[in-house]
């Protein structure tokens, strides 16, 4: 199993930019399938982008152009870098692996304002 701990949240401007990591323990990572997903208030969770053990990525429409999903499996951590932030970005903002295997961590929120 893995287990993960986000951080790189934060408040910003419509436009702006911020860079998620996600830092993971357990021997797994390094050949496992990860994810971000995201879960706005008052919605199901979803899933933002994946990337595989070899670098290879894909991501949900709403994020394609904007956001990328990076790896470094020397640290055991996941990235995600996110441009052109719109508000309907704001939510809490999760790794995992792609499928989900493991327990989720305490996410970190993601607030853009207009």
């Known amino acids: 199993q893995v287990q993960m701990v986000e951080s790189g949240g934060g408040l910003v401007q419509a436009g702006g930019s911020l860079r998620l990591s996600c830092a993971a323990s357990?021997?797994?990572?390094?050949?496992?399938?990860m994810g971000w997903y995201r879960q706005a208030p008052g919605k199901q969770r979803s899933l933002v982008a994946t990337?595989?053990?070899?670098?290879?990525?894909n991501y949900a429409v709403s994020v394609k152009g904007r956001f990328t999903i990076s790896r470094d499996n020397a640290k055991n951590t996941v990235y995600l870098q996110m441009n052109s932030l719109k508000p309907e970005d704001t939510a809490a903002y999760y790794c995992?692996?792609?499928?989900?295997?493991?327990?989720w961590g305490q996410g970190t929120q993601v607030t853009v304002s207009s």
């Open positions: 357990g021997t797994a990572f390094s050949r496992s399938v």
């Open positions: 990337i595989t053990s070899s670098g290879s990525t």
């Open positions: 995992n692996t792609y499928p989900i295997l493991s327990a």
